[in-house]
């Protein structure tokens, strides 16, 4: 309780400084009409009679008037402390009781000497001065009434002395004045209080308010310098593990064409969906990062739907037969209007996901026309998601029912990957769940508009199309090197390999290659797009030239992207790798 007490006691404190300040301010104003008010009562009731008296009650009331003024100057500059308030307070009372007295000797030095309309004068004078120091001094209540109650004490009592029954009827009517003044004052002492005390909250709210924002500044920056740590690392580690998955990948592809035995193909055989998995994982990262990075560009065009869900159904009805799940799409001739690539990536992540969180029952991937719109749905009986948990699963590295971390359950990355490829295409969707009962997403899409292009001829390769053609391979790593240079010579490739620039300058001298090969990421900061420009410089700037990259860091795969140089991401597979190479040259000779 008697912290309470403190806490109140400091808040009045505070309330009855700004009072003083306010009732102290008000006197510098009040200074040059005071004076001239005292020459003009001097003037007007100067007489034989009194002359040395008025003078005398001239000179006092004016040296009162100018200490109490000092005095408030002093304070309104020095500051007024809120434990000194109380003090403050009571040096003013004392002031203003003096002050007040020397205006009520004025009946004392005047109403015996001077006429009836010296004498109204009088009276008028000292009514005045009690109404400008209630609007003046009201503020702090006490100050005011020590100012009045000694005025009107000293003036009333020479009043009532004079025995004469008029001046009586003015002394009561002063007396009945002074108590309306009174309950005036005490009126204006509240609200003055009340809006203090508003001023008061309103500087606490804005300081609370400030120093909120305050934090949730720093907190946003901390937020985002957490964000970009979080992708350079993502980066980082990406980039580091895609190096010697890519050179594992090319290194199992080369060793699948020679002679094995039946135990020595099954061992190769789980090696390769080993190798398959962590590539699929990598590239969920990659997927991930080039959201985070901006630079999915939608290419929007009118494209039929089912030949996409037979693509799907092909790539994941072995997964679910492996779970003893029901694969179901339903037959479309609807088409849409939007990217068919980025289309076919959302709903691979959505019915990855089903089958993922699907243990028993099924799934069904279905297409359906619903006012104006094409609507693609995914359904599943799996373990459903609550309303509560409804939008954090779209957070990354979000996942419900994996707190081991299986790595057969992905990284957590599916829906946000999928929510951030509908943010950039603009299309609503629509999450339903129930626990226990499984999910269904839903995805809105234009009907198609114009010409369907055909996004069901798939891009072929002969081996023959590579054969004896000179391929120049830039990389610094010579795992990732030496595996490249096995793969091209199998397809019939004549291979030069160099590690860095400078090197391949010097090979393209003795042999100007047909196409390069170049990894992103060299040795001393220096980059693949800076060994192309080289080798262009000297070779044409038309030179066929193909990028890999590991990195997936924004920035750089920002770079990469606006180069205009095709762009492979490690780890590659061999058929990526070929069909990259084809298309370079392809690309040349149109």
Request: hydrophobic share 45%; aromatic share 4%; net charge neutral.
């Amino acid at each position: 309780m008697s912290k309470v007490r403190r806490l109140l006691r400091l808040a009045d404190d505070r309330i009855l400084v700004e009072q003083l300040k306010l009732s102290m301010g008000n006197l510098g104003i009040t200074l040059i009409p005071t004076f001239l008010i005292v020459i003009l009562i001097c003037g007007a009731l100067y007489n034989n009679a009194n002359s040395t008296a008025i003078l005398v009650w001239g000179v006092v009331v004016t040296l009162s008037k100018l200490l109490c003024w000092s005095h408030a100057r002093h304070h309104l500059r020095s500051g007024i402390a809120a434990n000194k308030a109380v003090q403050v307070v009571l040096i003013s009372m004392l002031l203003n009781t003096v002050d007040g007295a020397i205006w009520g000797s004025l009946a004392w030095v005047a109403l015996d000497t001077t006429s009836l309309m010296g004498s109204i004068l009088v009276i008028a004078v000292l009514t005045a001065v009690a109404g400008n120091s209630m609007s003046l001094l009201s503020p702090v209540l006490p100050v005011f009434l020590a100012l009045v109650a000694a005025e009107i004490a000293v003036a009333v009592s020479k009043v009532f002395l004079l025995g004469d029954p008029t001046y009586n009827t003015l002394g009561f009517a002063g007396l009945l004045y002074i108590f309306i003044l009174m309950a005036q004052a005490y009126n204006s002492s509240r609200a003055a209080r009340a809006a203090i005390v508003l001023g008061l909250e309103n500087i606490e709210l804005m300081e609370k308010l400030r120093l909120e924002t305050s934090i949730a500044k720093q907190a946003r920056v901390e937020a985002e310098q957490a964000n970009t740590s979080k992708s350079k690392f993502l980066a980082a580690a990406s980039h580091d593990l895609r190096q010697p998955i890519h050179a594992q990948g090319l290194f199992l592809d080369i060793l699948s064409r020679s002679g094995l035995n039946p135990q020595q193909q099954q061992s190769l055989d789980c090696a390769i969906a080993a190798s398959e998995a962590s590539a699929e994982m990598l590239n969920t990262m990659l997927d991930f990062s080039r959201i985070d990075a901006g630079v999915v560009q939608p290419h929007v065009v009118s494209f039929r739907l089912q030949p996409l869900l037979n693509k799907i159904e092909r790539e994941f009805a072995r997964q679910a037969d492996a779970k003893g799940l029901l694969y179901r799409s339903r037959e479309t001739v609807l088409a849409a209007d939007s990217d068919p690539a980025l289309i076919e990536l959302i709903l691979r992540n959505l019915v990855s996901n089903a089958i993922r969180y699907t243990d028993s029952g099924g799934l069904l991937v279905v297409c359906r026309q619903c006012k104006g719109h094409v609507v693609l749905e995914v359904w599943d009986t799996g373990i459903g998601i609550a309303s509560a948990h409804q939008r954090e699963v779209f957070r990354e590295f979000h996942q419900l029912g994996n707190p081991e971390r299986d790595r057969r359950k992905g990284l957590g990355l599916g829906l946000s990957i999928v929510e951030g490829l509908v943010r950039t295409l603009g299309h609503p969707l629509l999450l339903s769940s129930k626990p226990g009962r499984g999910s269904m997403f839903r995805l809105s899409l234009p009907l198609a508009t114009g010409v369907c292009v055909d996004n069901t001829v798939e891009l072929t390769h002969h081996k023959d199309q590579l054969r004896n053609v000179r391929v120049l391979v830039i990389d610094d790593d010579e795992a990732v090197r030496v595996g490249t240079l096995h793969l091209l010579r199998d397809w019939g490739c004549v291979v030069d390999a160099a590690e860095s620039i400078e090197d391949a300058l010097v090979l393209a001298g003795q042999h100007a290659p047909d196409v390069v090969l170049s990894d992103y990421r060299l040795r001393d900061q220096r980059t693949g797009l800076e060994a192309i420009a080289a080798l262009r410089s000297v070779l044409g700037q038309s030179w066929p030239a193909l990028l890999i990259t590991g990195d997936t860091a924004p920035d750089r795969l920002r770079e990469a992207l606006s180069s205009n140089i095709p762009l492979l991401h490690k780890p590659v597979s061999p058929d990526q790798l070929y069909i990259g190479l084809v298309n370079a040259l392809l690309k040349l000779a149109r």
